[in-house]
């Protein structure tokens, strides 16, 4: 069984009320929250809830970028950096997190690339990359990292389409962006596997 992501630290995001201005104050940092109630004006109020603080060992950003033809991800910033620095991608965030080394229940995520095609593609099933590595002319460039391939508590789907006029593999969290990516000439090939949340 598949051990459930222990990811993320978190912490109170505060609330504050000044009545004398109608303003809401949010904060995570205890002291800039005392600073407020005892030199501004505010009230501390119930707090919100908790937010994400730093990931825990083994995890990072997948980095994403896109060429207007390519979309590309990876987990090194120095890549990513250069890929929108020096090649004329766009940087476009975050596709989620992912981890960095096999932790138990995860698999990797295999990265290749369609230098002819301009196309990197990315998949959890080894006999799927081997295809495109023997006979799709993909180049095997390693691990992108490592996610699960079920859904447990903390994670979220990575979804996959495909558009063949582009020749583009396009990967997502978002659900809404996926299906708009229907609309756009591209193809559901389903869940490529589930990241951290």
């Not at 060992?57 to 060429?67: E, I, K, P, T, V």
């Not at 508590?153 to 659900?175: A, C, E, V, W």
Request: proline share 4%; net charge negative.
């Amino acid at each position: 069984m598949a051990q459930t992501p222990n990811k993320f630290e978190s912490t109170p995001l505060f609330r504050s009320y000044n009545s004398t201005t109608g303003d809401h104050f949010y904060c995570s940092d205890s002291k800039e929250r005392l600073f407020a109630t005892q030199w501004k004006g505010y009230t501390a109020e119930e707090d919100m809830g908790r937010v994400l603080t730093s990931p825990k060992y083994g995890s990072g950003a997948l980095y994403r970028a896109f060429n207007n033809k390519n979309h590309f991800y990876t987990m090194s910033y120095d890549e990513w950096v250069n890929a929108c620095t020096n090649l004329n991608y766009t940087n476009q965030g975050e596709a989620g997190y992912i981890y960095s080394e096999h932790l138990p229940g995860t698999m990797p995520l295999y990265r290749s690339y369609n230098g002819q095609k301009d196309d990197h593609f990315y998949t959890m099933s080894y006999d799927e990359w081997v295809n495109a590595c023997t006979n799709l002319n993909y180049t095997n460039q390693g691990e992108a990292g490592y996610i699960y391939s079920e859904h447990l508590p903390g994670t979220m789907p990575l979804y996959r389409s495909y558009n063949g006029q582009k020749d583009d593999h396009f990967y997502t969290i978002s659900k809404d962006e996926h299906d708009r990516s229907l609309g756009m000439g591209y193809k559901d090939e389903g869940i490529t596997g589930y990241v951290l949340q």
